[in-house]
């Protein structure tokens, strides 16, 4: 079983940066793995932001922060980062790092892929 903690979510005015982490523990990854962010805005469904490949380090992104997030991983370290810069009111969202282990498929976007979840880390950006 994966565990997943999320950590550096914060307020930040618009237009500012702020980095999450997630620390990985349980296992170790297989390496087909995928690593993702989520986020889930008040009233709105969970959406895919961005997922990397734990052994090769691709990535894939939603369009929506593309040139603006940044996904990155450090095995050594067991954890995955999301670097945000140039933020906007509508990143504002609970933010939940994610563990695809089983799927097979490759950076999936699709929240039932993922088995692992965190508890997720609250965002607020402000106008």
């Given at each position: ?9 914060g307020l930040v005015q618009a237009g500012g940066s702020l980095r ?108």
């Amino acid at each position: 079983q994966v565990q997943l903690v999320e950590s550096g979510g914060g307020l930040v005015q618009a237009g500012g940066s702020l980095r999450l982490s997630c620390a990985t523990s349980g296992r170790t990854f297989p390496s087909w793995t995928t690593l993702a962010w989520f986020r889930q805005a008040p009233g709105k469904e969970r959406e895919f932001v961005a997922g990397i490949k734990w052994r090769d380090g691709r990535t894939n992104y939603a369009n929506d922060v593309k040139g603006r997030f940044t996904i990155s991983k450090d095995n050594a370290k067991n954890t995955v980062d999301l670097q945000m810069n140039s933020l906007k009111t509508e990143d504002t969202a609970v933010y939940y790092c994610a563990a695809d282990v089983d799927s097979g498929v490759l950076l999936s976007v699709a929240i039932r892929a993922y088995n692992s979840w965190g508890q997720g880390t609250q965002v607020t950006v402000s106008s």
